[in-house]
Every structure is written in structure tokens, then in C-alpha cells.
């Protein structure tokens, strides 16, 4: 920011913005960075998520709303359905029933049900189950900082465990009692305090009686004035050294899987060339019921569509319902369109064998 306006000479705008909100007495007050009870991570997710709604539920039909539209959906539609969703998290709803997991909850016991069913290498990885750290190098990539090795590392949770897991904010990630490794013959013991995993702190419905739990600072909710802000390149690297990373090996097999799928499609095109001149009716008509290759040629008619209409796609998210834009995602995120020589190169043979 302090860039921004020197570049432009907006020497009053930066003057207010430092005496109001990046001077190291007011930035502790409104950013997310300097307290350890908030997460950094989500930051994005959670405004990426809102938008997401926002635009795919309630603004889907509308192209550039009047401000007083836009207002009254935010107040009278948005708004009630985030406060009945709040609801449901609260310690007093539905009292008396076995409460239903939470999303992140659902998506950590289906990661963790997938990776216990993955075949281990065989490597000696540095698996700490204390810490909840893997050197395996696969930790950083999933969403919900697991891995295989310390996975299959710890016993069979019980089914209580999906329900009481959160996840911290500081290392170790996830603390349960459930979580000891599986030579450990020891019972399980109940949750003793909030950093068993039961609560994670800063986020406990009910009050456990620690006021220091208040306090940011020692001078309360106002920071100290020696705090001076670090520069975010002058903090050391983590101390986790990395052996050699799985995911290469996967990514390695699945790109060999599909040259083989390739290769097997080429295959198969050429014998249903073959085919057709000896008008083998039961064959092809066999072939033609079973509508076969029907999800290659959609693939196909949908990187044409991207190719032709010269972007990467056309919406961000396709719109709830539209299972023909759902799939057109889904074939096309990612992909890097063809040269416009590879394309014109691959329709030659087909110019040359009708006479042109």
C-alpha cells in the first residue's frame, strides 16, 4: 500500500491510512495476522465462499443489480440464511440429539477414510504424531494437513472422534486422545481440557472460566507501543527438512495411466475404422445402443467450444443445476488450449482424403 501511494503521490491518503490502520498502535486492532487465534489460511477461502453464494444463489439471474436490489438481497435473503446456518453450530440447537458433523468435519473423515485405504511406498519418513508433522513432503498439499504415513501411522479412530476433531491453529494441528500410534496398547483417555481437541482456542461455545484467554497483550485488547511490525521475508523457513516427496511418484503414474488410455483409444478408433467397410451390423449396431465413447466426444466438443470462443471459460462457477456447464468445468479447467498449426495440421489428412 505505502508503495502504491508513493507511485502516485498520494501522500494524504497514505497519512491517513497509516495514522488509522497500519501504525503498529491500530494494526493489531483490525488484522488477522498478528493474533494467533485466528486463522490465516481460510482468509481467502472464506470470501471466495461468499461470493460464491452471493453471485451463484441469490444474483444468478441478475446482470449488474441497481444498489438498492443489491441491498435489499443482502439484508432480507443473505443475511437470514448465514443466521440460520450459525444456528445449527451453536451448543444449544436441537439439544438432546446427537449433533451432525460439520462440514470441515465430513470432508477430514472422508480425506482421512481415502488416504487409510493408499498403498505405502515403503520409505522411512520422519512421522511425528505428537507434532502432526510428516517430512513426506504430501502434508502441505491436501487441504486438511494429512497424510498417509500419519494416517496409517495411528489406530482406528472410534466414531466419536469425527465428531470432537477440530483444527488448531498452531502446531500440533490436531490434538486427540484418539490419536497414539498403533503399537500403543494404552486405553484411551476422556478429554482432559480445551487443547484435547474437543475446543480449539478461541472458537469455545462455552466459556471455560480462563480470562487470560481475553487478552492479546499483556496491556489488554491495546498493544504495547514497542511492538514493531517484522518484515514477513525475514522469518525463517520451517525446520521440517523434506525427504523426497510421494506425490511425484503418483503424478509419474497417473500420467503414464492415461498415455496408456491414450494409446488405447487411438487403438480403438483405428478397429472401429476397420469395422465399418465389412458392415458387420451386430457389432456396430451393438457398439451404437451402448452409445460408446459418448463421454470422449463430449470432452471433445467441449475443449472445441473453449478453443473457439478463445478464453479459459466462461464463468468462474458453473451455476447450480447447469450439469452442461458443470461438465464443460470439469473437461476444461486446466487445460492449455492447442497452437492454432496443431489444429489445422490435425484436420490435413482429413481435407486431403476428400479431394480439396
Not at 59 to 85: E, F, G, N
Not at 155 to 176: A, G, M, N, Q, S
Not at 336 to 352: I, L, M, N, Y
Request: include cysteine; charge should be positive; hydrophobic fraction near 30%.
Amino acid at each position: 500500500m505505502y508503495t502504491f501511494c508513493h507511485h502516485r503521490g498520494l501522500a494524504e491518503a497514505w497519512g491517513y491510512l497509516w495514522t488509522s490502520w497500519y501504525s503498529p498502535q491500530k494494526w493489531p486492532l483490525w488484522a488477522r495476522s498478528p493474533s494467533e487465534r485466528i486463522s490465516r489460511l481460510w482468509t481467502t477461502m472464506t470470501v471466495e465462499k461468499h461470493w460464491q453464494e452471493l453471485k451463484g444463489d441469490h444474483l444468478h439471474h441478475l446482470l449488474r443489480p441497481r444498489i438498492d436490489q443489491l441491498t435489499y438481497i443482502l439484508v432480507h435473503r443473505v443475511t437470514p440464511s448465514c443466521i440460520a446456518r450459525s444456528g445449527k453450530l451453536e451448543d444449544t440447537y436441537r439439544l438432546g440429539r446427537s449433533r451432525p458433523l460439520t462440514t470441515h468435519q465430513l470432508y477430514f473423515k472422508r480425506a482421512w477414510k481415502k488416504l487409510q485405504q493408499v498403498t505405502l511406498s515403503g520409505r522411512q519418513y520422519a512421522t511425528d504424531i505428537s507434532r502432526w508433522t510428516c517430512n513426506c513432503g504430501a502434508q502441505k498439499f491436501n487441504a486438511h494437513h494429512l497424510c498417509k504415513h500419519l494416517v496409517q501411522a495411528v489406530r482406528e479412530p472410534d466414531i466419536k472422534f469425527w465428531r470432537d476433531i477440530y483444527r488448531h491453529r498452531t502446531v500440533p494441528l490436531y490434538r486427540h486422545p484418539a490419536l497414539k500410534r498403533v503399537d500403543d496398547i494404552t486405553p484411551l483417555e476422556p478429554f482432559q481440557d480445551a487443547d484435547d481437541g474437543s475446543i480449539t482456542e478461541g472458537d469455545d461455545h462455552v466459556w471455560l472460566g480462563d480470562r487470560g484467554q481475553l487478552k492479546t497483550y499483556t496491556a489488554g485488547w491495546e498493544a504495547p507501543r514497542s511492538l514493531v511490525l517484522y518484515d514477513r521475508d525475514d522469518r525463517s523457513s520451517s525446520p521440517i527438512v523434506y525427504a523426497p516427496d510421494d506425490s511425484e511418484d503418483e503424478e509419474e503414474e497417473v500420467t503414464e495411466h492415461l498415455a496408456r488410455r491414450a494409446k488405447e483409444l487411438r487403438e480403438f478408433a483405428d478397429i472401429i475404422d476397420q469395422q465399418l467397410p465389412l458392415g458387420n451390423r451386430i457389432w456396430i449396431s451393438s457398439m451404437a445402443d451402448r452409445n460408446v465413447g459418448k463421454d470422449v466426444s463430449l470432452a471433445l466438443q467441449d475443449i472445441k467450444h473453449l478453443e473457439e470462443k478463445g478464453r479459459r471459460r466462461e464463468t468462474t462457477w458453473a451455476r447450480a443445476g447447469d450439469r452442461e456447464g458443470q461438465r464443460r468445468l470439469r473437461n476444461t479447467m486446466g487445460y492449455q488450449p492447442r497452437a492454432v498449426g496443431s489444429k489445422s495440421s490435425a484436420a490435413a489428412p482429413d481435407r486431403a482424403s476428400s479431394g480439396e
